[in-house]
């Protein structure tokens, strides 16, 4: 956990500017550091060009730290903004989640580039040594030989599970601190916070207020034995918007769509984004149903392809 922490802290502390998470998490995981990462710096890391560690894989060390700002340095937009996902063995094999995600970026709207700014944080060897088979940044979660392979168990099990149509970049405000996207959204109003928050896609501009927002949805733990983070923010997020003067919003569904909102039983795909493997219990469902939700997309492409937008 202290470990999750520090990254947290690295990423959002030591920046200034934008962070850009997408990923998704655990229901039961009870550590809101997950949904805060990816990085803006404000100033540009010092990046050697070198390759992420070759020794062996799954037993990370102090290094492992150390070579993180290259990492981000190398991901990073003009902008310095940084896209970020965890996966794990179970979703990383050939064929599972994270084939999927990444297949999604190859054949959405203007969304290969975006590539070149994706982060992938695995959790486990088997899962390092796959990711950099497929991609080019991939980062070695510091946890020693910790076993993560059972995707049903461990906090890292739900973060590929989210295919990506266009850039939902696009759909957040400049003066937005921090935006997330949610299982139902009620009305029309993105900075109504009466919303039921889901962590498939995360947005936090890094500043001192942007901590503090953190730290207390981190400590509100204690307040609510028992309970996740998403149960966590839901229920404060507006509090702690207000108290570190954060400016909030969630993500309209029609933008970042996903299982949840059943009231949806058409998928608007002149208007999607992303599309998350929410409310499904299991592996093979969730990617049995979001290679379904991919290949309509395609057939979408083909017929509508010449005229396809952000």
Known sequence: MSTVRNLLRFLVISSVACVVLLLVQRAADPCPCRGAVPARKE??????????????????DEDDDNKLPEILSRAAMEDKTILMTFTNEAWSAPGSLMDLFLESFRIGVRTEPLLKHLVIVTADAKAFARCEQVHALCYAFPGGGANFAKEQRFVFTDDVDIVWFRNPLLRI???????????????DNPYDLDKRANGGFVYAKASPRTVAFYEGWY??????????????????ERELAVAHGVTAQFVDTAYLGGFC???????????LCTFHANCLVGLKMKLDRLRGVLDAWKKFKATNGTVLTD
């Open 219 to 236: 400590e509100a733990r204690k307040r609510f034995p028992g309970k996740n983070e998403q149960d966590l923010i839901q229920k404060l």
């Open 173 to 187: 405000p400049v003066a937005v601190d921090f935006a997330m996207s949610a299982d139902s959204f009620y009305g």
């Open 43 to 60: 100033q540009a890391l010092a990046a050697n060009g070198t390759h992420p560690s070759k020794k062996k894989l799954g037993v990370a």
């Open 261 to 271: 909102e059943r009231r949806k039983k058409v998928m608007d795909f002149n208007k």
